[in-house]
């Protein structure tokens, strides 16, 4: 009599090396965040204290909530009042009659000639 070959065998012989990688590989994937540290955008540079954080205006960290179109448009226009590198265009208006913004970010001098720049 033939022996009849189980071909479910062949796939539980070839998972056992997964099966002893898999755990060690999802444990170093874990403790990955533990060595992570903040670090800041421009290493190096100085922010300026006058322009407020979106935290400061929105009350949350930027990805924590949804920020509302109307919360995004007053962030703009504090970026405006808070430095010279901003300059915010309204160019119209959405179909739900929300303010749409062009919002131009350069060298204060830049801002300053902007209108020969359109």
Same mark, same amino acid.
């Given at each position: 009599?033939?022996?009849?070959?189980?071909?479910?065998?062949?796939?539980?012989?070839?998972?056992?090396?997964?099966?002893?990688?898999?755990?060690?590989?999802?444990?170093?994937?874990?403790?990955?965040?533990?060595?992570?540290?903040?670090?800041?955008?421009? @290493?190096?540079?100085?922010?300026?204290?006058?322009?407020?954080?979106?935290?400061?205006?929105?009350?949350?960290?930027?990805?924590?909530?949804?920020?509302?179109?109307?919360? !995004?448009?007053?962030? !703009?226009?504090?970026?405006?009042?808070?430095?010279?590198?901003?300059?915010?265009?309204?160019?119209?208006?959405?179909?739900?009659?929300?303010?749409?913004?062009?919002?131009?970010?350069?060298? @204060?001098?830049?801002?300053?000639?902007?209108?020969?720049?359109?």
């Amino acid at each position: 009599m033939k022996k009849i070959r189980n071909p479910q065998s062949a796939i539980i012989n070839q998972g056992d090396s997964m099966g002893r990688w898999l755990p060690r590989s999802v444990l170093c994937l874990f403790a990955l965040p533990v060595f992570a540290q903040e670090q800041p955008w421009f @290493p190096g540079s100085a922010y300026d204290a006058r322009v407020p954080a979106p935290k400061s205006v929105l009350g949350y960290e930027i990805g924590e909530y949804y920020t509302e179109h109307l919360q !995004m448009t007053e962030y !703009m226009r504090r970026l405006e009042a808070a430095t010279g590198r901003v300059k915010v265009f309204r160019v119209g208006e959405s179909n739900e009659r929300r303010e749409l913004l062009l919002v131009a970010v350069s060298d @204060p001098a830049n801002i300053q000639k902007i209108e020969q720049y359109r």
